[in-house]
């Protein structure tokens, strides 16, 4: 074989092995939607079966589910660089963006409120379960939006 074929067939090539038909963002941002699910199932069982220690279980959870966030926007903002050259956002991709980048700022905020209520030794009010309400709705139409863009759902 041609050893010049061989230099030109670039045998390792980023892009392909990130954005190729599996891209990175459909894998990664199914962590902090479970992590927060998951860390508002434990908040509520704290409160339900009056355990603490299911509180606390939820509050790592939801450190988890703000940990891996930047991750899932990263990869998000890749995908939309690489695979449409960052074309205009409109319609349903846009709306995609708006909606994560809202439940990104909840999941974060509601991380940061949760620390402080811990740090005090308090338990968190309904106002903080309201918010999360709100988190839990934005996470599941942002989840919708994605799935209508990678061709698993139809509109």
């Known amino acids: 074989m041609n050893l010049l074929l061989l230099v030109s067939l670039n045998p390792f090539d980023l892009k392909a092995a990130l954005m190729a038909g599996h891209a990175q963002h ?15 199932v434990f908040d509520m069982l704290a409160i339900w079966r009056k355990k603490p220690i299911l509180g606390a279980v939820g509050y790592f959870n939801l450190v988890g589910a703000a940990i891996t966030v930047p991750l899932a926007i990263a990869t998000g903002l890749g995908a939309w660089h690489w695979q449409l ?5 409109k319609g349903n ?15 974060v905020s509601l991380c940061w409120k949760l620390w402080r209520i811990r740090t005090k030794g308090e338990s968190p009010r309904a106002s903080y379960f309201v918010v999360m309400a709100l988190g ?20």
Request: glycine letters at 8%.
């Open 26 to 40: 459909p894998v990664i941002v199914h962590f902090p939607i479970a992590l927060f699910i998951a860390s508002a």
């Open 85 to 89: 050259e960052s074309a205009a956002l």
């Open 93 to 107: 991709l846009r709306l995609h963006l708006i909606c994560a980048l809202t439940s990104a700022a909840l999941i």
């Open 136 to 155: 839990l709705m934005m996470v599941a139409l942002t989840g919708h939006l994605g799935g209508i863009l990678s061709g698993v759902e139809t509109p």
